[in-house]
């Protein structure tokens, strides 16, 4: 009895939430998104998978785990259920004209709701898609997990594949993909940990050979990377490094110092402006520096407005210190706006024809150009927060964000550590600004709002915070994969919430934590 | 004999609560003293004041001859005051090396410049300081745990551990508060002795709050009795025991059997 009513309960919930998900549309616009051409759409899986999230949870909610048949039967109710709360919905925007106050329920809402098979028919196949959805979700639950780790995996690139070709994959070729990608899986799952050993042995035995090759074949992707992709990749990529470097930055003052700062898109500002201010001949300035004069000047700007924010909120912690640095970013976007210094910054038109940088006359315009900039920017800020991290500094800032008393008692001067944090994180915002300014060649205060600093802050927390290569990945998924899936565009904000939300849930700790340092004296007592 | 520490009528307040009223004490250079007294006799607070947590309203506290009072925290630390707390307080998402090193923060200058580009100077000083922090682990009895979170630790060697880094800024005085609190018999016994070690073997000062009366009359040169902010008893432990105002004080009145006062 209490399984029925943890089937119905776990319906209600997936029901809700698809109904809500119906009603904003994603359905909708996601109805003509192939995934697999002819077979299967995108909002077909999204309903599929409602069915199946339905199925699984009531089945990993089940006390006892006896009876396959029994188990099958419960998340095909449950699944089924969950699909009548979309069939209830759609005979309602059917029979009443709900536009007013829903303007996603539209005729078309119920057209997706029935799987383009017109009302009393189409609500069969709804519910049939719920039986069968459940039914999975339970079957599921009940496989092993090693080959449930796989599978899915077979699943997540064909559904990536699908989406990204736009007309969805040929039928066979989603079958192939999928057995390819899964058989490929199983095997490096049971080969893969000895071919990494052999692996390790032979690197022991060739240290510095291995190296070479390694740091050659890394070196020569990236080198190349930009001829392969073309223009527009390439400047997805250019976007993706362009936040990275900054996330690096952010990661200072969040992850090693455990400074909240959401006002750090003011730091990217005053990069930005400085570099216009100097570069541009259009400018009030009319000085029309070259961007190498430029940059160190926008460098030493933003650590200098790093640390005199730093100033006011040293005694602050956690959420004041949230609220005072998010003031803080606001204010430089409204002084940048504002009519009183409009003669300087250019008020709303901000300020035009910055110019490239020139190198030896070689002026810097395309993407392909500016991706080696922004490489050397990266490596440049990866080298800086490794060896910072790994020393006296960066045990202080650590000390600081575990316990700030206690640090301060251990002869950490909190003051000049706080603002050499604010400050050294800024700097790499800094340099983020003078690279875009002469990338884009105008700056103007809409692009320096609140959802810059949100969007670094995300990045690093679904990246792994605290940790290098977590911030660069954070990067990819956050900046490059919603620049590639541009049909998306819509539901941008609310997808960042629901990952945001499924990350603090599921892996807290981020896509790629930072590891704990395997130290000396471990490597001692193992060989001792 | 030369003061390592002293305390010149000491007078701290929390608006209307005398935490420590006028509190005067000498403490010799190489001497284990105890401060002892009920709960919220101000012991802690004591230290506070010591350690610049705190600033007395009135008083002095002299640090070889030097005034302290009114520096910060960090500067006191690096005139080589450490201390402990009664709640361990260690850097748990930091190694148990790591929080060694963090101790060792006072003894190095890498600064931007040389961290950033590998100076040689700065590489052989934290080659330096790792060597030392290990050698400090070992000291302690934590050889082999140099790799472990310090919230991973179990009770007693994160104890240790918070001594060990304190002892990293190879402090002149040490303060302990309450490092036996928790502990079974057979691991305050091993402190005891350890504690010992340290006046004797690096000839350190230790200033000492500890509720254990065995601990407090086994290694202590000199006691401290703390009752109600004030000092009401200071000598040598056997003295102190048998003073008519301590044994009040932990007692209560009301000696002679009869329920009169």
Redesign the interface.
């Known amino acids: 009895m209490s399984d029925l009513r943890q089937s119905l309960r776990t319906a209600t919930i997936v029901g809700s939430v698809m109904v809500f998900v119906a009603l904003i549309g994603a359905l909708t616009a996601f109805a003509d998104e192939p995934i697999v051409s002819g077979v299967l759409t995108l909002t077909q899986l999204i309903l599929l998978l409602g069915a199946f999230a339905a199925g699984y949870r009531t089945e990993s909610g089940r006390r006892g785990r006896e009876g396959a048949i029994l188990s099958m039967g419960l998340g095909a109710l449950s699944g089924a259920a969950a699909m009548a709360f979309l069939g209830v919905l759609a005979v309602i925007v059917d029979l009443v004209n709900l536009r007013s106050v829903l303007v996603n329920a539209t005729p078309a809402l119920v057209e997706v709701l029935t799987l383009d098979r017109g009302l009393p028919a189409g609500l069969g196949v709804l519910l049939a898609v719920g039986v069968v959805g459940g039914a999975l979700g339970a079957v599921w639950n009940r496989i092993p997990g090693w080959f449930r780790r796989e599978l899915s995996l077979g699943g997540a690139a064909v559904l990536l594949i699908g989406i990204l070709r736009g007309k969805g994959l040929d039928p066979w070729a989603a079958a192939g993909l999928l057995a390819a990608i899964t058989l490929g899986a199983y095997a490096y799952s049971s080969y893969g940990s000895s071919i990494l050993d052999g692996y390790r042995r032979f690197e022991r035995g060739n240290e510095s050979m291995t190296r070479l090759v390694l740091w050659t074949v890394v070196a020569a992707v990236l080198l190349l990377l930009p001829q392969v992709l073309g223009v527009y990749a390439t400047s997805v990529v250019d976007l993706v490094g362009l936040y990275a470097l900054m996330g690096l930055g952010l990661n200072i003052v969040v992850g090693y110092a455990g400074l909240l700062d959401l006002g750090y898109v003011a730091f990217f500002t005053i990069g930005a402006y400085v570099t216009g201010l100097l570069t541009s001949p259009a400018a009030s300035t009319h000085l029309g520096l070259s961007f190498w004069v430029a940059w160190p000047v926008a460098l030493a700007a933003a650590a200098t407005a790093g640390a005199l924010l730093g100033i006011p909120v040293l005694r602050m912690r956690g959420d004041y210190l949230a609220i005072v640095t998010l003031g803080f970013g606001e204010i430089i976007r409204i002084l940048v706006m504002s009519d009183a210094l409009k003669g300087i910054l250019g008020g709303a038109q901000g300020i035009i024809e910055i110019p490239g940088p020139v190198l030896g006359g070689f002026t810097f315009i395309k993407p392909q150009h500016f991706y080696y900039l922004i490489l050397l920017g990266c490596l440049a800020v990866v080298v800086v927060s490794r060896r910072v991290s790994d020393s006296r500094i960066g045990r202080a800032w650590v000390a600081i964000r575990e316990d700030e008393d206690v640090a301060e008692a251990t002869g950490i001067n909190l003051v000049r550590y706080k603002l050499l944090a604010f400050s050294l994180g800024a700097s790499f915002s800094g340099i983020g600004g003078a690279i875009f300014a002469s990338w884009v060649h105008a700056v103007f205060p809409n692009s320096f709002t609140l959802l810059v600093s949100i969007n670094i802050l995300s990045l690093i927390i679904v990246g792994g915070i605290g940790s290098i290569p977590g911030v660069i990945l954070g990067a990819f998924v956050l900046v490059g994969l919603p620049e590639i899936l541009r049909e998306f565009a819509d539901f941008r904000m609310i997808t960042f919430g629901a990952l945001l939300v499924v990350m603090m849930l599921a892996r807290p700790e981020g896509l790629w934590p930072a590891k704990q340092r395997r130290r000396e004296l471990s490597a001692d007592t193992l060989e001792a | 004999m030369a003061s390592c520490l002293s305390a010149r009528k000491v007078t701290k307040r929390f608006g209307g609560l005398i935490a420590v009223d006028s509190v005067s004490l000498e403490i010799p250079e190489r001497v284990i003293l105890s401060v002892i007294g009920p709960n919220g006799a101000g012991k802690t607070t004591f230290f506070n004041c010591i350690?610049?947590?705190y600033t007395p309203e009135e008083g002095d506290i002299l640090y070889h001859g030097r005034s302290i009072v009114g520096y910060?925290?960090?500067s006191?630390?690096?005139m080589g005051i450490?201390?402990t707390?009664q709640n361990i307080?260690?850097?748990?998402?930091?190694?148990a090396?790591?929080n060694v090193?963090?101790?060792r923060?006072?003894h190095?200058n890498?600064g931007?410049l040389g961290?950033?580009l590998?100076l040689p100077g700065?590489v052989s000083e934290?080659e330096k300081?790792?060597e030392e922090a290990?050698r400090l682990?070992d000291f302690v009895g934590l050889?082999?745990s140099?790799?472990t979170?310090g919230r991973n630790l179990p009770y007693g060697d994160q104890r240790r551990l918070e001594i060990a880094?304190a002892l990293a800024?190879e402090p002149g005085l040490l303060l302990l508060d309450e490092p036996t609190a928790g502990m079974n018999p057979q691991e305050t016994d091993q402190l005891m002795g350890f504690i010992e070690r340290l006046r004797d073997e690096l000839g350190l000062t230790v200033l000492l709050i500890e509720h254990d009366m065995r601990v407090v009359m086994g290694i202590s040169d000199l006691v401290a009795v703390l009752h109600y902010g004030t000092k009401i008893a200071e000598g040598p432990p056997n003295v102190v025991q048998r003073d008519a105002a301590v044994i009040e004080a932990y007692l209560g009145t009301g000696g002679n059997g009869n329920g009169q006062p």
Do not use: C, K, Q
């Open positions: 350690s610049g947590f910060r925290p960090d006191i630390a690096a450490a201390r707390y307080r260690l850097f748990p998402g930091m190694t090396l790591e090193l963090v101790g923060h006072v190095l890498a931007m961290t950033l590998r700065t934290e300081a790792h290990r682990l050889a082999g140099g790799d979170l880094r800024s």
